[in-house]
């Protein structure tokens, strides 16, 4: 009997905390709770569907090192060079934002997308490219530790 009088007294303590908690996240942690979390995840699966579709592949950049890098990229569709696509380099420290650029890589081949960018100092590097071409807008992420 003692048991049920204590969980009938916990229960609802426990809902209450779990909805306050809820709450204070949602209206004071800015980026805590996402909006239209929705959209976003079915935009996610829709884009990803289509990459698989088209057979898109993003190969890598080269690793970066200290001072100026030419950043490459190679994007094929099927095994094919993907030509005249939009693709916007962003180079930026994971520790700082003092130094994050953003560039339009250029295509110097069919597929080879090339875009300099300035290393300036030894830490966690994020390198993002985005690719938007048809209706199709993606993108990939790659870490680097530069010595």
Do not use: C
């Amino acid at each position: 009997m003692n048991l049920k009088i204590f969980l009938s007294i916990l229960l609802p303590l426990f809902l209450t905390a779990i909805g306050t908690g809820i709450y204070i996240a949602y209206s004071s942690e800015e980026g805590l709770v996402d909006e239209n979390y929705f959209e976003k995840g079915r935009d996610y699966f829709r884009a990803k569907g289509q990459e698989q579709q088209l057979g898109l592949a993003i190969l890598p950049p080269a690793p970066l090192e200290r001072g100026i890098n030419d950043i490459a990229v190679t994007i094929t569709s099927h095994g094919k060079p993907v030509e005249h696509a939009a693709i916007t380099l962003f180079v930026g420290n994971v520790s700082t934002k003092n130094h994050d650029r953003t560039t339009e890589m250029q295509e110097r081949s069919p597929g080879n997308y090339h875009a300099e960018a300035d290393i300036p100092f030894k830490g966690k590097w994020l390198v993002r490219v985005e690719f938007a071409q048809n209706n199709l807008s993606t993108n990939r992420k790659w870490f680097f530790d530069v010595n």
